[in-house]
T-cell receptor
Framework: AQTVTQSQPEMSVQEAETVTLSCTYD???????LFWYKQPPSRQMILVIR??????QNATENRFSVNFQKAAKSFSLKISDSQLGDAAMYFC?????????????FGKGTKLSVIP | DTGVSQDPRHKITKRGQNVTFRCDPI?????LYWYRQTLGQGPEFLTY????????KSRLLSDRFSAERPKGSFSTLEIQRTEQGDSAMYLC????????????FGPGTRLTVT
């Protein structure tokens, strides 16, 4: 079974500070994509950032960046200059080629609180 | 883009009843996914459509569940003879053609089986 581990059930960060959320995954596939999604309370899932496994360069999207270590199967998310609106549940989700669907396999999530 | 929409947003039903949910993907997205999310957990994959063809089904999708995507546009997910264990948020996501494989989610349908 392909597993995704988010070892931090809850994290907190002061507004304007930086926080890193960790994620490790387990797969024998070579072709896959990695995603971080954000789910604010009672709101829908929002795509934060995407990384292709074949790319060595870490993805960056404004205040969000990743540290992708393919050999270690690690995919952490760094949020810089944290804002109150960043408070949410964050899910790490690899998408494997498998049967061709590239379905997402979600971790259990990390609940991020932002302290004013 | 108007985004992925789902209907209804909330559904309360009695055990044993049938329910049907609808998902309208972002227009021109040819890939469509259904997931189920229970409280405190990440979503779990249920099934995948490419255009009108259902290409993959999870073992979670028991024979009481059926999904369709006629004409490759909207999709429906039906649950027959609902059980209390079916209570969850049912999420739909769509993805465009090409190699990005990014999925865009709808707001979900929250099902409560009493």
């Amino acid at each position: 079974a392909q597993t995704v581990t988010q070892s931090q059930p809850e994290m907190s960060v002061q507004e304007a500070e930086t926080v890193t959320l960790s994620c490790t995954y387990d797969t024998s596939e070579s072709d896959y994509y990695l995603f971080w999604y954000k789910q604010p309370p009672s709101r829908q899932m929002i795509l934060v950032i995407r990384q292709e496994a074949y790319k060595q360069q870490n993805a960056t999207e404004n205040r969000f960046s990743v540290n992708f270590q393919k050999a270690a199967k690690s995919f952490s998310l760094k949020i810089s200059d944290s804002q109150l609106g960043d408070a949410a549940m964050y899910f790490c989700a690899p998408a494997y080629s498998g049967a061709g669907s590239y379905q997402l396999t979600f971790g259990k999530g990390t609940k991020l609180s932002v302290i004013p | 883009d108007t985004g992925v929409s789902q209907d209804p947003r909330h559904k309360i039903t009695k055990r044993g009843q049938n329910v049907t949910f609808r998902c309208d993907p972002i227009s021109e997205h040819n890939r469509l996914y259904w997931y189920r999310q229970t409280l405190g957990q990440g979503p779990e994959f249920l099934t995948y459509f490419q255009n009108e063809a259902q290409l993959e089904k999870s073992r979670l999708l028991s024979d009481r569940f059926s999904a369709e995507r006629p004409k490759g546009s909207f999709s429906t997910l039906e649950i027959q003879r609902t059980e209390q264990g079916d209570s969850a948020m049912y999420l739909c996501a769509s993805s465009p053609r090409g190699l990005s494989y990014e999925q865009y989610f709808g707001p979900g349908t929250r099902l409560t089986v009493t």
